[in-house]
Structures are given as structure tokens and as C-alpha cells.
T-cell receptor
Framework: DGGITQSPKYLFRKEGQNVTLSCEQNLNHDAMYWYRQDPGQGLRLIYYSQIVNDFQKGDIAEGYSVSREKKESFPLTVTSAQKNPTAFYLCASSIGVGRRSLTDTQYFGPGTRLTVL | AQSVSQHNHHVILSEAASLELGCNYS??????LFWYVQYPGQHLQLLLK??????LVKGIKGFEAEFIKSKFSFNLRKPSVQWSDTAEYFC???????????FGGGTRLMVKP
């Protein structure tokens, strides 16, 4: 069964703690993305990765970090430096630039809701 | 900076009413356009997309959208909504040269039975 999985579904964190959100895909996609969703603001891009061992900052990367050691995995760490981390986090993937036709489309995982206590 | 605007934040309709959700983008040149839907408790799903060709695009569940280049718009339509269409709808755009999407703020649709 192909798709994108994110875990956990709900996550609670105390202030000052780092926390890592998991994202895995078995679609053989090169590109992966992390978004943050807040009410009324749509989705904002945190980080993206076009290929293994490479990633780029998105629009709101401050307070976050990522790694891309394997093609199928793109974990996101929310650090204590992120001032307002409570949000819904969405991971996505797409075929990617390297093999991209003009029809590259992003597909999304189910999301992780992070609450800072 | 490139941007996508959805002017209606909340829409309430009765079943069988017609739906039109607005979406405007600020990209010049080639643009790819998408509508995604997020049903309550579910993940974001692709409704339809436009890359080129016929500006009237048909998607899943009876939705369609029309690309009007002169108006920089990509409005979503459905002739007769159902209670099950209650969801949040997101418009997204991408310039022709890359694969980064810019999303609008979303429109929450509530359909009353």
C-alpha cells in the first residue's frame, strides 16, 4: 500500500524541549517537503529536499531542522528556538525536479498535531 | 513575492446550492494551479490541477475549476453541493520553473443538510 506516513498523530511537548516528527514515503519520490498549517494562514513551507543529502530552507525555517539521509525519510525537528511551535505539521512528497515532467504534483501525509504545554 | 489569495475564509451553504470559491494568484508567466481539500479529520487530498491546455479542469467528486489568465484566477465550482463537501479548501500555485507551491489561506465550507 503506497503512500506517506507521519507519526505520531498527536504530540505533546514541554517548553524548552526538542521534538522530532517522522515522515516516511514509499512512493519512490525524490522530493519531500514540510509544511506548517495554522488557522487562516494556509500552509507555509518550512523545509524541502529535492534529493538525498540535500535540503533547502523554506519560508519559515527558523527554529526547525531536517535531515535527508534516506530517500524515503525526511524527519523534522522542532527545536526549543521555535517561538510558537503549536501547529499542525504536514509532510508531502513529489516525483521531483530531476525526473519532473511539467506535471509534478505534491501528495500529503495525514499530519502531526504538535501541542506545546 | 508570489502569492495566492482566497477571498472567502468561511462559506456556509445549504445542500443543493451552487458553489464558487475564489482564488487569485500573483505569478507572471507560466503557472501551474491546484485545488486541495481537507475533510474533517483527514489528510489533504488533491481535487484537481491545471498545467496547460483546456482552461476548464474537471476534478473528483463533481468539482471543476476555470483558469482565467487575464484575471489571474482559478476559481473552484460545483453546481450542487452535498453535506459531505463540508471541508477546508486550499488553492495553490507554482511558477513554471520549479516545484515549490504557494498556498492560499484556505476556505472553510460548511454545507447544511
Amino acid at each position: 500500500d503506497g503512500g506517506i506516513t507521519q507519526s505520531p498523530k498527536y504530540l505533546f511537548r514541554k517548553e524548552g524541549q526538542n521534538v522530532t516528527l517522522s515522515c516516511e514515503q514509499n512512493l519512490n519520490h525524490d522530493a519531500m517537503y514540510w509544511y506548517r498549517q495554522d488557522p487562516g494562514q494556509g500552509l507555509r513551507l518550512i523545509y524541502y529536499s529535492q534529493i538525498v543529502n540535500d535540503f533547502q530552507k523554506g519560508d519559515i525555517a527558523e527554529g526547525y531542522s531536517v535531515s535527508r539521509e534516506k530517500k524515503e525519510s525526511f524527519p523534522l525537528t522542532v527545536t526549543s528556538a521555535q517561538k510558537n511551535p503549536t501547529a499542525f505539521y504536514l509532510c508531502a512528497s513529489s516525483i521531483g525536479v530531476g525526473r519532473r515532467s511539467l506535471t509534478d504534483t505534491q501528495y500529503f501525509g495525514p499530519g502531526t498535531r504538535l501541542t506545546v504545554l | 513575492a508570489q502569492s495566492v489569495s482566497q477571498h472567502n475564509h468561511h462559506v456556509i451553504l445549504s445542500e443543493a446550492a451552487s458553489l464558487e470559491l475564489g482564488c487569485n494568484y500573483s505569478y507572471g508567466g507560466t503557472v501551474n494551479l491546484f485545488w486541495y481539500v481537507q475533510y474533517p479529520g483527514q489528510h489533504l487530498q488533491l481535487l484537481l490541477k491545471y498545467f496547460s491546455g483546456d482552461p476548464l479542469v474537471k476534478g473528483i467528486k463533481g468539482f471543476e475549476a476555470e483558469f482565467i489568465k487575464s484575471k489571474f484566477s482559478f476559481n473552484l465550482r460545483k453546481p450542487s453541493v452535498q453535506w459531505s463537501d463540508t471541508a477546508e479548501y486550499f488553492c495553490a500555485a507554482r511558477g513554471g520553473g520549479g516545484n515549490m507551491l504557494t498556498f492560499g489561506g484556505g476556505t472553510r465550507l460548511m454545507v447544511k443538510p
